[in-house]
């Protein structure tokens, strides 16, 4: 479905992102990206959906060269790829309904987004789409009144209603405590199976990578040093891609009904990144 050939990004200044990146991502399949910070994990993902331009290789979609692609075209193959920010990138004055409209841009112009008049089946799917994340009872709040694991839920619903193709999740739990975190990568992982998506997702947390990802691929100063399966991902692997550590005190999985007061001291107690066999 989605291939990378030879991918690769230099920055005017020099530096180096990305060096021949070869990846090929099924239908279907979740893929997490894991690796140090400034491994190339956001810049890879953008480069996907041009928001950063590589500067060597090639990257197709279900047959698309996109990186040939400008203007009216590549606006029309965005509309095949749904992103979701770590920081959300919701407008707080809109309420959530707005905010999951705004996913329609690609379809109905800024104008026609602007002035409120969406097709009656966006809307509908839109009402769909949050019933779905678990916030019917939110529609009219402000965005800026959610709690970041709604904001989250938000801009998945978002997303979606793109009706994508593939998912681009930039560090969707980077901001949220250890059991939104968990509530949130089960949603992504429900819903791509649902939906017969594809999915790359950047994250830190290896714990979360191993459990709820089909593959998982390491970084490492812009290359591929790991690809391969959730259950294949070794401590001497993880040495490779973080560094020396030690990688098998592994924390204790968290409940989803633990409370607040065991998620407080989960978050404060271990460190996110852990080894350990596929869930």
Request: overall charge neutral; proline content about 5%; hydrophobic content about 40%.
């Amino acid at each position: 479905m989605l291939t990378l050939s030879g991918v690769g990004k230099r920055y005017p200044t020099g530096d180096r992102a990305l060096t021949d990146i070869e990846l090929t991502l099924p239908k279907g399949q979740v893929m997490a990206l894991i690796g140090p910070s400034g491994a190339g994990k956001s810049t890879l993902i953008r480069c996907v959906n041009r928001l950063v331009e590589p500067t060597q290789g090639s990257i197709r979609l279900e047959g698309t060269e996109l990186t040939k692609l400008s203007g009216q075209k590549l606006r029309q193959a965005r509309r095949s790829m749904g992103m979701i920010f770590q920081e959300y990138a919701l407008v707080d004055r809109l309420t959530v309904m707005e905010n999951v409209l705004s996913g329609q841009l690609g379809y109905v112009g800024f104008w026609r987004s602007f002035l409120r008049r969406y097709p009656q089946e966006a809307v509908v799917e839109a009402f769909r789409l949050l019933e779905r994340v678990g916030l019917p009872h939110a529609i009219d709040k402000r965005a800026d009144a959610l709690s970041g694991g709604q904001r989250q839920r938000v801009g998945i619903a978002r997303a979606l209603l793109q009706s994508p193709k593939l998912l681009l999740v930039d560090e969707p739990t980077a901001s949220l405590d250890p059991k939104t975190s968990r509530q949130i990568m089960r949603l992504i992982r429900e819903l791509c199976a649902e939906r017969d998506l594809a999915a790359i997702i950047n994250i830190h947390d290896v714990a979360l990578a191993q459990q709820f990802a089909d593959r998982i691929v390491g970084l490492r100063a812009g290359q591929i040093v790991f690809d391969g399966l959730p259950s294949e991902l070794t401590s001497e692997m993880l040495t490779t891609i973080y560094g020396e550590e030690d990688w098998d005190t592994t924390p204790e999985p968290l409940d989803d009904e633990a409370d607040d007061s065991e998620a407080s001291s989960y978050q404060r107690g271990l460190p996110t990144m852990a080894a350990g066999s596929a869930r």
